[in-house]
């Protein structure tokens, strides 16, 4: 068994070293083969807090072989749904792909992750409130081939909105 230490960065073992499991180290309770449901448990703690716990989720995920986008999306939906949504607009679309994805496959809306209940958004991943509202392409679907992605397609100047009253 490697340890887990070895892997990580400085910065990283000095952040996972505030983290402990009674009176060990994170490192040491993996290695004593703690009992799987409580690492979940820990897990899923650990992911509702800022930054989804950092490198301790991550250590966590990492030993359980868990993917911590499909944990996070299984157990906080909603949050993952804004999680998704923040990681788009700064520009890190496979973080807000694999979140959406995980939602839309835990049947959750990709947008808002409410529950999918009809079968048409469960086919789209988005729910019917979000599907009028949300801009399609900016979500990962299976339509998005027959959108135009060109921006200069939207929002034309000199519209007869503008020229209004
Ligand atoms: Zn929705």
């Given amino acids: 068994m490697t340890s887990i230490s070895a892997n990580l960065k400085g910065t990283e073992a000095t952040e996972l070293a505030r983290w ?5 180290s994170i490192p040491e309770w993996l290695a004593s083969g703690p009992d799987r449901e409580r690492v979940v448990e820990a897990l899923v703690r650990v992911l509702d807090r800022p930054g989804l716990g950092g490198v301790f989720a991550r250590v966590l995920a990492s030993w359980l072989e868990l993917d911590i986008d499909q944990v996070y999306a299984s157990h906080y939906p909603r949050k993952a749904a804004w999680l998704a949504r923040e990681c788009r607009e700064r520009g890190e679309n496979p973080h807000a792909e694999n979140l959406q994805a995980a939602l839309v496959a835990l049947m959750f809306c990709a947008n808002c ?7 048409l958004s469960a086919d789209r991943g988005i729910g019917p409130d979000c599907w009028p509202r949300i801009d399609p392409a900016a979500i990962e679907c299976r339509s998005s081939q027959q959108l135009s992605l060109d921006p200069r397609d939207r929002a034309r100047p000199g519209s007869q ?3 209004a009253r």
């Avoid at 402990?20 to 060990?24: A, R």
């Avoid at 992750?113 to 079968?119: A, E, V």
């Fill in 20 to 24: 402990h499991h009674g009176e060990q």
């Fill in 113 to 119: 992750g409410r529950p999918l209940t009809d079968p």
């Fill in 161 to 163: 909105a503008a020229r």
